[in-house]
């Protein structure tokens, strides 16, 4: 819909320019990401108001607390999956003289595995212990 909309204005980008599909899977990728790591959380809290808080928190809040111009804080702000996801939209290349440290594109996707793995590993294994 959106690219007829903007195919009409001249402002269309198609599916085969540099970087599209990429920032295409990486947005479809992001809720379900988000959704297991709320799950991950909840099998961890067991409580849901807390739940909801403590992941809308590690997800949407804690990211821009961390700046791009100290290497440890880059490097915890590029293990977060929306600082992942916002690099993975990214279609152009980072200013290579800035003074931030700018995450990679593969590490970026290995965020998106790690935590997607973490979430549903703690919470098979939780479950298991705690509801047999």
């Excluded at 690219?3 to 269309?12: N, Y």
């Excluded at 739940?51 to 100290?70: A, E, K, W």
């Amino acid at each position: 819909m959106s690219q007829a909309i903007l195919g009409e204005e001249r402002a269309g980008v198609p599916l085969s320019h540099p970087g599209v599909l990429r920032a295409l899977i990486a947005s479809a990728l992001l809720a379900p990401v988000c959704a297991l790591v709320g799950l991950g959380f909840g099998a961890l809290i067991r409580h849901s108001a807390a739940t909801m808080v403590t992941t809308s928190f590690v997800l949407v809040m804690l990211p821009p607390i961390f700046s791009q111009s100290v290497r440890w804080s880059a490097a915890v702000n590029h293990a977060m999956p929306t600082a992942a996801w916002r690099r993975l939209v990214q279609t152009w290349e980072p200013d290579p003289h800035s003074l931030g440290y700018d995450a990679t594109v593969p590490g970026s996707w290995a965020v998106y595995v790690l935590w997607l793995l973490l979430a549903v590993v703690l919470a098979v294994v939780l479950v298991r212990r705690r509801d047999v």
